[in-house]
């Protein structure tokens, strides 16, 4: 069973699927350009010093993927953070898998692997590990968020909670999903490897859910992550790109900042 | 003021990086933790993170397709005219740039979002724009004619002060010129760390001369608070500098000492080092050139200047100086360094925001007073006027004293 093997359990509307994609992707596409066409209408020069690649891919490592910084300023607060920073690599690494499968030709070993071979249950654990790791830091990331709100003075707009609200909705319709696939169709050997969904199969009783149902909830979970994509860049998510590439030009300009990168010295 | 919410605010000063942080920034509220200056004032808009958002509404929705699409402008008068005020009320300590998540350069970040206010005619506030004047007209903040510029080098040499005369520069050539920028050359009480300075370099052999009268102000406040002729008028004096065949410049003032080491390089190459002054004198320590051999017993604390420290990483330099002084206690105070509290004096705040500023210092004092040091010390002469002021606000007990005159009484004895 490939990944994409669940049309053989319930309908999909993938006509559907493809339409509500594209608009998601078009408005994410049309957000990116408008904040990449602000960013370039500043005149002032980006480096004023001769680029430093070395510093900036140090900084890279250390502050974007290992978020040092982050870490200096509370370690819940980074772990909260890395959980969805790592989850979301592990869902967009996937997330390209699943596009390339639908790319290369069926008889290349890298389709066997993922479809016949022992690929298949890489895809299956690392799809679970890193929905739960998004899950984990977004669910406390919006308790943590509700908790704070009113004694704190930052400016917490409803759209930023909203953004968290819309993620952890998705990573959960998400796991459902796998629940209710597995469920339907028990005795899958793979199941393990989806620890998360089968572990939430465990409380469905099989094929009790009707399909029909089935069909909405994944309706509804490729519509979401439609809104999310295109909510991206017009909400603070637009950090997600931008603070990885501003950290690493800054980086360049203040190399000799051995202060402010106190591990650099 | 006359602000018109259409007034478009040009992106000639930012760079695509500057703008690219007022989308990184995620309100995370980790600023508005360290801000000294919402600590004193607590108004939600002072705080950086909530700015950042302020201003990236307004920005974009003059600059690209939002711009575009809603015809309109959304962003009130009073909007506008708060977010200016705001961006001025900041001593750009740049304490935000160090505990940001998002390492999004705040300093930079301010400094060139006034200039881009200024260029649209919304900046500065009315006294600063007063002060920028006078600046410009007289090349001293405080209204004072050039031909007095000099003139205490006379008064040292009279009072006793001043142990030795001192050459002009121009008249005859040395390899470091002793730059004192306008409060010490004007304010009488801070002219007295020059005359320190001048005696231990003297003392140590230092070849040096004075530019006297023909001394110009750095201008780095116009920087500070966006003029935009900072660039030309800097030029002349990088001129002026690079003329005179000087190897080093020691200034005894921190915010001279940011424009001309940060500043200059930036806008014209500059053929001579640059030293403040404490540096200069924890050189001439290491070297033993200098020897600070009598007592003076007395607990102190140590304030980091934001220019010599968080700017330009001169933490350990003034702390090595201080800890040669024999007879000095030495205590920390809980925050220094990268997280020392601004005492409030920089950025152009205390011409906008006197009383503000005053809070900032007495906040700063009162953390000097836990440490039970007598005296809280600073290399920098307006960081020591403005916790002179704090410490009468506080009705504090503490007394603020500059390092250079710890220096001179281990040295001199006297
Ligand atoms: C590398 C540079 C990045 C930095 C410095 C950064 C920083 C931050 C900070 C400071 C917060 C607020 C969290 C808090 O208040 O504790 C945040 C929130 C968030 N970040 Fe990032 N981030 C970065 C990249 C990313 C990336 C690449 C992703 C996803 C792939 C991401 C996803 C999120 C999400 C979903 C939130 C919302 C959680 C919340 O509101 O607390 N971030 N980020
Ligand atoms: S610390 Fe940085 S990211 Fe956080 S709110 Fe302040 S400016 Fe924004
Ligand atoms: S530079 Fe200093 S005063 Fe200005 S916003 Fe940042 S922390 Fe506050």
């Not at chain 2, 000063?13 to 933790?33: F, I, N, V, W, Y």
Request: glycine letters at 8%; aromatic letters at 10%; hydrophobic letters at 45%.
């Amino acid at each position: 069973m490939s990944p994409f093997g669940t049309d053989l359990i319930y309908y999909k509307p993938w006509l559907y699927f493809v339409i509500i994609q594209t608009l998601g992707l078009t408005i994410f596409i049309i957000g990116m350009a408008d904040n990449l066409n602000f960013y370039f209408r500043g005149r002032a020069r980006s480096f004023r010093n001769s680029p430093g690649f070395a510093a900036m891919i140090k900084i890279f490592l250390h502050e974007v993927l290992l978020q040092r910084q982050l870490f200096t300023r509370g370690f819940f607060r980074w772990l909260n953070h890395i959980l969805i920073f790592w989850g979301f690599l592990g869902l967009l690494s996937l997330s390209a898998i699943g596009v390339l499968l639908k790319i290369v030709p069926g008889d290349a070993a890298f389709y066997q692997f993922f479809t016949a071979g022992s690929g298949y249950l890489y895809y299956k654990f690392v799809g679970d590990l890193a929905g739960l790791m998004v899950l984990a830091g977004a669910v406390s990331a919006l308790i943590g968020r509700l908790r704070a709100a009113p004694g704190s003075n930052i400016d917490t707009r409803f759209s930023d909670t909203a953004a968290l609200g819309i993620l952890v909705v998705l990573v959960l319709t998400g796991f459902m999903l796998e629940s209710l696939r597995l469920a339907a169709a028990p005795g899958d050997p793979a199941a393990q490897y989806s620890f998360v969904a089968n572990f939430m199969a465990g409380f469905i009783e099989g094929g009790q859910v009707p399909r029909f149902l089935m069909t909405a909830f994944w309706t509804f979970h490729a519509t979401l992550n439609a809104v999310f994509v295109a909510y991206l860049p017009f909400s603070k998510l637009a950090h997600v790109f931008a603070a990885p590439a501003e950290i690493v030009i800054n980086a360049s300009e203040e190399q000799l900042r051995g202060d402010l990168y106190g591990y650099l010295r | 003021m006359d602000t018109s919410a259409r007034q478009k605010i040009p992106l000639n000063s930012l760079s695509p990086r500057q703008l690219m942080e007022l989308d990184a920034c995620t309100r995370c509220g980790e600023c508005m933790k360290w801000c000294p200056i919402y600590a004193v004032d607590r108004s939600a808009d002072l705080i950086p993170g909530n700015r950042i958002a302020a201003l990236r509404k307004l920005l974009k929705s003059q600059h690209g397709i939002r711009a575009r699409l809603a015809a309109g402008n959304r962003i009130s008068k009073e909007e506008v005219e708060r977010l200016i005020e705001v961006l001025y009320e900041c001593t750009t300590c740049g304490q935000c740039h160090f505990v940001c998540p998002a390492r999004i350069d705040t300093v930079e970040l301010w400094e060139d979002l006034r200039e881009a206010v200024v260029e649209a005619g919304l900046g500065p506030l009315p006294d600063q724009a007063e002060y920028l004047r006078v600046l410009k007209k007289y090349e001293n903040p405080f209204k004072e004619p050039r031909e007095n510029r000099g003139i205490w080098v006379q008064r040292g040499l009279e009072q006793g002060t001043l142990y030795r005369d001192l050459p002009l520069i121009t008249e005859s050539p040395q390899p470091v010129l002793f730059y004192l920028g306008c409060t010490a050359s004007y304010n009488t009480e801070i002219n007295l760390v020059a005359q320190w300075v001048a005696n231990l370099m003297h003392y140590a052999g230092v070849r040096f001369g004075v530019l006297g009268n023909q001394e110009n102000c750095c201008r780095g406040k116009l920087r500070r608070m966006g003029d935009g002729d900072f660039a030309a008028k800097a030029a002349e004096n990088i001129d002026l500098l690079n003329s005179l065949g000087i190897d080093t410049l020691v200034t005894n003032c921190a915010g001279c000492f940011k424009t001309i080491f940060q500043d200059y390089p930036r806008i014209k190459k500059i053929n001579f080092k640059v030293y403040h002054a404490i540096e200069y004198v924890d050189m001439l320590i290491r070297e033993r050139r200098l020897q600070p051999v009598n007592l003076v017993p007395m607990k102190v604390t140590y304030h980091d200047p934001c220019h010599l420290g968080r700017h330009n990483g001169i933490y350990d330099a003034p702390r090595r100086v201080l800890q040669a002084v024999p007879g000095v206690e030495f205590v920390e105070m809980e925050r220094i360094r990268q997280n020392s509290r601004c005492c409030g004096m920089g950025g152009g705040l205390k011409m906008g925001f006197p009383e503000i500023q005053t809070l900032a210092s007495a906040e700063r004092i009162r953390e000097a007073e836990r440490t039970g040091a007598e005296a809280v010390v600073t290399p920098c002469p307006t960081c020591f006027l403005g916790l002179q002021a704090g410490a009468a606000r506080a009705e504090s007990d503490i007394s603020a004293r500059h390092l250079m005159e710890l220096v001179n009484i281990s040295v001199f004895g006297r």
